[in-house]
C-alpha cells in the first residue's frame, strides 16, 4: 500500500493513511488506533453497516458486537467495543495477535470491567479443576457443556412426575414396533371390515396371483420392496390378526417384535380392540417423553442463559480478542480483501468457483436474488449467478465476479463447482449472467464475436425452416401420391403433375441485398480511391481505420466502464451499507480471476488434425492479400500510380485547331439574317 504525501489536518488522533484500492483509507495497524476509533470522522469509514448472518466470520461474536439486536453491526457498535475493550485491556496491542487465550497480567485491575472479567474467569477455571493464570475459549465452552449436563442431572433428580412408562424398560422398545407397522396394520384391519361387507371382495383384496408370478422369475430376495407392498397377512371375515403364521415375509420381523409386546405375551393372532388398546398406550407414552423433554429443555436453557450471563464478559473478551481486529480490516478498511492472502480473505468472500478452465476467487453469498440481479448491473462487473446445492441437500446462491480471460462458453444453465470457506464441494448451475466488459482486449473482439454469434444464430434458423419445410412438402407428397393410388382404377394412366419452376423472385430479395452491399462497399472505397492508389502502405491504413471504427466504441466503453468497476452495488444488495467505493481494477481483477496455464509439449498425438505445411499456409496468404488488392483496385475505377502522364503540349495544339471552327461558326450566326416572327392566326 502506498503511504499518500499528504494527510488529512491533524485534530485529535494523528491518523495514517494509505491507499488500497486506488481509494485512500484510514490505517488501522495499532492499539492506539484501535482505541481512538471513537475520534474518525465516521464520512472516512468504509463501512457503515454489515449483516449478523452470511459472512464467513464467527456468528457469535458477531451476536454479542450486536447490542441492539437488530441483525446488523452498525458503527457505533463497533466503536462501544473498542471502548469497552479499552477499560478491561492493559494494552490495546495484545488486540493485534488475534489470540483466543488471556493471561490475567493482560487484564486490567483497575477497573470495574476489568475486575468483572477476572472474578468470572477464576470461577471457572476452579469448576473445572484448573489452577492456572490465564484462561482460553476452550476453557469457557468446555465448562458451558459440563454446566448444562450438570443442570440436567439435577432436573432428572428432580423430577416427581407420577406417570409411569406402560411397559417399563421395554417401552421405548414398543413404541418403536408399534410405530413400525402402525400403518401396515390399519390397512390390513381395512381389508378385513370390506371382506365382512361383501365376501366376494375377497379374492380383489388379497394378494393377486399376477403379481406373484410377474417376479417370480427374478431374484426374490431382490424384490422385498415389491413384496412389502402387498397385504400384512391374508384378509378374513374373522378380522384376527395373526403374530407368527401367515404374516408377508417382508413383515415378519417386524411383526415378531410386536408380538413380543407385554399386552400380546402368548398369543398367535389379536383382534382390532386389542391392537388399538396398545396403540393408545404407546401414544400416550410418546406424548408424556415430548412434554416432558420439552420442560426439561426449557428449564435447562433459562438456567444456561442465567449463568451465561455472568459468565459473558469473559467469552466476550475472548471472542474479541481473536476477532475484533480482523473485523476492523473487514470493516473500516478493506485491507484483507486488497490484500491477496490466502489465509486472510474478506468475510464476505464465501469461497470459489471452478467453470470454464478458470477459477474465480471472488464469491459472494446472495441473500436476496431478486434485489441482487437489480442492482448488479451497476457495479461494472461481469457477473456469474449460480445456484448450488451441497452432498447433504443444503442450497444457496452465489455470485461471482469474472474479472479476466474470455467469456468462452458461458452460458444460462451450464454446471461448475464451487467450493466453500471449508474446502466442502457444491454442484453450481449458472442461473443469470450480467454481461459487461472483462477487458479491454477482450472488448476488441467483442463486435465480431457478436455478429459471428447473429450470423450464425440467422443461418441455423433458415436452414431449420428450410428443413422443416422440406419435411413437411415430402410428406404431404407421399401422402398424396398414396391416396391417388387408391383412388384411381387399375391400369389407369397416372397424371404427371407440372414441376413448378424455379421462383427467382424469392431470392431477387438476398440478390438485391448482396448488390446494395457491395454497392456501397465499391461506394466508399471509390470516395478513398485517390488516398488507397497514392501509397501503397495506405490500404494497410485504410484497414487498421476500420478495425478501429468497429471495434475503437467497444474499447472505448469497456475503458471507462472498467475504471468505475465497484463491489459496492453486489454488497449493498446482501445487505452492506458501503460508505466508500470497492474498486475492483483491471490489475487487481487478474489476480481474482486464475486461468489454466499448461506448459508447453512436443508429443506426437496420433488423434490431432494434420498441419499443413507452412509454406502452403504462405501461399494461402499471399493468394488472399493479391485478391484483396485486386478488388480494392478494380472497386476504386483508378490506375496504378506509377502509370506515364500524357504530354500537355498536343493537347494545346489539338485545343487551338478545335478553337477556330468554334469561332467561324459563331461568325456564322452572327451574319445572318433574323427570322421574322409568325404571324398570328385571324380570328
Not at 490495546?92 to 483497575?110: A, E, H, K, T
Not at 427374478?218 to 413384496?227: C, K, Q, Y
Not at 459563331?666 to 392566326?681: G, N, R, S, T
Request: aromatic content about 8%.
Amino acid at each position: 500500500m502506498a503511504k499518500i504525501d499528504k494527510l488529512l489536518p491533524k485534530q485529535g488522533y494523528d491518523w495514517k493513511f494509505s491507499t488500497v484500492g486506488g481509494v485512500a483509507r484510514v490505517n488501522i495497524e495499532t492499539g492506539d488506533d484501535i482505541a481512538h476509533l471513537d475520534e474518525l470522522d465516521q464520512k472516512l469509514w468504509t463501512v457503515l453497516s454489515c449483516p449478523v448472518k452470511g459472512l464467513e466470520f464467527d456468528a457469535k461474536t458477531l451476536a454479542l458486537m450486536d447490542t441492539d439486536g437488530d441483525g446488523k453491526i452498525r458503527v457505533h457498535e463497533v466503536v462501544a467495543a473498542s471502548q469497552w475493550l479499552k477499560k478491561v485491556l492493559v494494552n490495546m496491542d495484545y488486540l493485534l495477535d488475534g489470540n483466543d487465550w488471556i493471561d490475567f497480567l493482560s487484564i486490567s485491575d483497575c477497573t470495574d470491567e476489568g475486575k468483572q472479567v477476572v472474578e468470572a474467569a477464576r470461577m471457572i477455571l476452579g469448576k473445572l479443576g484448573l489452577e492456572k493464570e490465564e484462561i482460553s475459549l476452550q476453557d469457557v465452552n468446555d465448562y458451558m457443556a459440563v454446566y448444562e449436563e450438570k443442570c440436567k442431572a439435577d432436573y432428572t433428580a428432580a423430577e416427581s412426575d407420577p406417570y409411569e412408562p406402560p411397559y417399563g424398560d421395554a417401552s421405548d422398545a414398543a413404541e418403536a414396533a408399534v410405530n413400525a407397522v402402525r400403518q401396515k396394520v390399519a390397512d390390513w384391519f381395512m381389508r378385513c371390515r370390506l371382506v365382512q361387507f361383501d365376501e366376494e371382495a375377497s379374492p380383489v383384496l388379497d394378494v393377486q396371483v399376477e403379481k406373484i408370478a410377474a417376479i417370480s422369475g427374478n431374484n426374490l430376495g431382490d424384490s422385498m420392496a415389491e413384496i412389502a407392498g402387498y397385504p400384512l397377512a391374508r384378509p378374513s371375515k374373522e378380522a384376527l390378526l395373526p403374530l407368527l403364521q401367515g404374516i408377508n415375509p417382508a413383515w415378519q420381523g417386524a411383526m415378531k417384535d410386536v408380538a413380543a409386546i407385554a399386552d400380546f405375551a402368548g398369543k398367535e393372532s389379536i383382534t382390532e380392540e386389542e391392537w388399538n388398546a396398545v396403540v393408545a398406550k404407546v401414544d400416550a407414552y410418546t406424548a408424556w417423553k415430548a412434554a416432558g423433554e420439552t420442560a426439561m429443555n426449557e428449564a435447562i436453557a433459562a438456567q444456561v442463559a442465567e449463568h451465561a450471563a455472568a459468565i459473558a464478559p469473559v467469552e466476550r473478551l475472548l471472542r474479541y480478542c481473536r476477532d475484533y481486529f480482523t473485523l476492523l480490516h473487514n470493516y473500516v478498511v478493506f485491507k484483507d480483501f486488497y490484500s491477496r492472502d490466502e489465509r486472510r480473505l474478506a468475510m464476505f468472500q464465501a469461497g470459489k468457483l471452478y467453470i470454464d478452465q478458470r477459477c474465480c476467487d471472488l464469491c459472494v453469498k446472495v441473500s436476496d436474488m431478486g434485489k441482487s440481479t437489480a442492482s448488479a448491473g451497476k457495479s461494472g462487473m461481469y457477473l456469474i449467478y449460480c445456484h448450488c446445492t451441497s452432498k447433504g441437500g443444503a442450497q444457496m446462491d452465489i455470485v461471482a465476479a469474472l474479472t479476466d480471460g474470455e467469456i468462452g462458453g458461458l452460458h444460462e444453465g451450464k454446471n461448475a463447482i464451487f467450493y466453500d470457506r471449508e474446502g466442502q464441494d457444491w454442484d453450481a448451475t449458472i442461473t443469470k449472467i450480467v454481461d459487461n466488459p472483462i477487458s479491454v482486449r477482450q472488448a476488441f473482439w467483442s463486435p465480431y464475436r457478436k455478429f459471428g454469434n447473429w450470423v450464425t444464430e440467422k443461418i441455423t434458423k433458415s436452414a431449420s425452416e428450410k428443413e422443416s419445410k422440406q419435411f413437411d412438402e415430402m410428406t404431404s407428397k407421399a401422402d398424396t401420391a398414396s391416396t391417388n393410388l387408391t383412388a384411381k382404377p387399375e391400369g389407369a394412366a397416372a397424371e404427371k403433375k407440372p414441376v413448378a419452376p424455379f421462383d427467382i423472385a424469392k431470392f431477387a430479395g438476398i440478390f438485391a441485398a448482396i448488390g446494395l452491399a457491395f454497392g456501397a462497399i465499391g461506394g466508399a472505397l471509390a470516395a478513398l480511391g485517390g488516398f488507397v492508389t497514392a501509397k501503397w502502405y495506405n490500404v494497410i491504413l485504410l484497414v487498421a481505420a476500420v478495425v478501429i471504427l468497429i471495434s475503437g466504441p467497444s474499447m472505448l466503453l469497456a475503458w471507462l466502464k472498467l475504471r468505475k468497476r465497484n463491489l459496492g452495488p453486489v454488497l449493498n444488495a446482501n445487505g452492506w451499507a458501503i460508505n466508500s467505493n470497492v474498486k475492483v481494477n483491471t490489475t487487481f481483477g487478474k489476480t481474482l480471476t486464475s486461468m489454466a496455464k499448461y506448459p508447453k509439449m512436443v508429443v506426437n498425438d496420433p488423434l490431432a488434425d494434420k498441419k499443413m505445411a507452412w509454406w502452403k499456409k504462405c501461399l494461402i496468404w499471399l493468394a488472399v492479400l493479391a485478391v484483396a488488392f485486386l478488388l480494392v483496385f478494380r472497386l476504386t475505377q483508378h490506375r496504378w500510380v506509377w502509370q506515364p502522364k500524357p504530354v500537355e503540349e498536343p493537347v494545346a495544339e489539338v485545343v487551338e485547331e478545335a478553337a477556330a471552327p468554334v469561332e467561324e461558326a459563331v461568325a456564322v450566326e452572327e451574319a445572318a439574317p433574323a427570322e421574322a416572327p409568325a404571324e398570328a392566326p385571324a380570328e
